[in-house]
């Protein structure tokens, strides 16, 4: 049996080079710690995450004052954490709420927790790159018009791909609504920090703002920061208010090797990070300019409203699937990329990547460029089908065993289901329980099986759970 402790041991000797998060890159220059030397708990002089007033009182500050936010909260539960403590803020029992239809499964898990009902805006879809876009601001104002009785609006920018949303536009649409705006920003902590990539949501009037700190910044796994726009006391959302829905949900015993290295990664970039984020963003456009004589491989290219720090990679037309792609990227590049699928291969930089990095990669891509074939080829991309929901994910949970049946895939056409079908990651539903298996949900699964990318959340192989004789309904 492997022993996970010396299998990480040797995977750090193994030199590959890790494409994906977390962000420290695995690079000791930019974050080194001793994390046995430093597991502590509360003891004299280190204060309390529970009621910070001293040490860990001056990283939040620290925080704060370099997003410009309202206020700013460390978390240790990852944006997971952070994202149900923010919904818990803006909302009660039995609101309905809308959410973009591409969020994480973490906020799926809030509307079952807290009784929400969801309605869904849809992203707009990238025909060419075969991604999901931005939300609309113009979905976000019909959708407030058609359902004034939501309590928040909740998107996510930058998406798993970096799409960004037009934040102050929709901003704006949710105040004159008088609701307020969550956003999902997690894998764009870094976007304060250099003109190069979007503007940050802090500063383009949300009313709670999320960080995945731990995914393009260097600091460990499960650390997040959750942010207070200049708005939110207009909405109840008070300093008060959001700590006291933080610590219903976070751990009481927070480990201070995470909080560590958050308070250094801040430190860092407090005192280095204009020349470190400089040498970053020149990275970034020696690579873009480098793969603009690719033939058959195409990198998404730098634009506005995407974040450059996602790397993007399209065999779209070649012999190559996505998966084959990343195969090849790690056993000839030693190079372990950050997600794959259809025919996409997803590479995650940060600013703790090194020259060698970028060029290793920028290597591995020409490789794949060179030896691949131009194929008449259909669409691979998976699109998220429209969503019908029958009861809300709160009931679908609580549902007795007596209500429940399992139910083979060729039978699962009108059910209602009961569980999680998702491609992870990013592990956005492609449906959630308490919505009906339609036959544009069944496409997909179909979609997914043929291009061999592994569906996740169902509890058996072969079919689902769902409400007992809903297909009759």
């Not at 001056?58 to 952070?82: P, Q």
Request: proline share 5%; glycine share 8%; with cysteine.
């Amino acid at each position: 049996m492997k022993e996970l402790y010396e299998e990480l041991q040797r995977y750090a000797k193994e030199g590959i080079y890790p494409m994906h998060m977390p962000g420290h890159k695995r690079n000791t220059e930019v974050l080194s710690m001793d994390p046995a030397a430093w597991d502590i708990t509360e003891v004299t002089g280190f204060d309390n995450l529970q009621d910070p007033k001293e040490i860990l009182k001056d990283v939040e500050v620290r925080i704060k004052t370099l997003y410009g936010s309202a206020a700013s909260f460390l978390c240790v539960n990852g944006s997971s954490g952070s994202l149900l403590a923010a919904m818990k803020a803006c909302g009660k029992h039995g609101d309905m709420i809308l959410m973009a239809r591409n969020c994480h499964k973490s906020v799926y898990h809030g509307c079952m927790a807290f009784g929400f009902r969801p309605v869904y805006l849809y992203p707009e879809w990238r025909e060419k790159d075969g991604i999901s876009g931005e939300i609309l601001p113009e979905t976000v104002e019909l959708g407030l018009k058609e359902h004034p009785e939501a309590s928040f609006v909740l998107i996510t920018s930058p998406t798993y791909d970096g799409v960004v949303s037009d934040i102050q536009a929709i901003s704006e649409i949710c105040h004159s609504h008088h609701v307020p705006l969550i956003v999902d920003e997690a894998h764009g902590a870094h976007f304060a920090f250099h003109e190069i990539f979007p503007e940050t949501a802090v500063r383009q009037g949300a009313d709670l703002i999320i960080h995945s700190v731990h995914k393009t910044l260097p600091a460990l796994t499960q650390t997040s920061a959750l942010h207070l726009g200049p708005h939110a006391e207009e909405f109840g959302i008070t300093r008060e208010r959001m700590k006291e829905c933080i610590n219903l949900l976070q751990t009481t015993s927070p480990s201070y090797v995470l909080m560590a290295s958050v308070a250094e990664c801040y430190r860092v970039i407090e005192e280095c990070g204009e020349t470190l984020f400089e040498a970053y963003a020149k990275r970034l456009r020696w690579f873009y300019e480098g793969c603009e004589d690719l033939k058959k491989v195409r990198v998404l290219p730098m634009e506005s409203a995407r974040d450059p720090g996602k790397v993007v990679i399209s065999l779209k037309g070649t012999n190559l699937t996505g998966r084959e792609a990343t195969e090849i990227l790690r056993k000839q590049y030693q190079i372990e990329t950050e997600m794959d699928s259809g025919d996409l291969v997803i590479a995650l930089t940060s600013v703790a990547d090194t020259d060698e990095g970028f060029q290793r990669l920028l290597r591995g891509v020409h490789g794949l460029d060179a030896m691949v074939q131009m194929v008449p080829s259909g669409d691979t991309s998976i699109r998220l089908p429209r969503a019908e929901v029958v009861i809300s994910p709160e009931e679908a949970w609580d549902m007795e065993e007596n209500e429940r049946v399992w139910v083979e895939k060729d039978a699962l056409l009108g059910a209602i289901s009961l569980e999680y079908v998702y491609l992870y990651p990013p592990g956005i539903p492609i449906l959630a329980p308490g919505e009906r298996v339609t036959e544009d949900v069944l496409k997909v699964f179909e979609k997914a099986e043929a291009e061999r990318q592994v569906l996740k959340g169902a509890r058996k192989k072969g079919g689902l759970f769902v409400a007992r004789d809903s297909q009759r309904q």
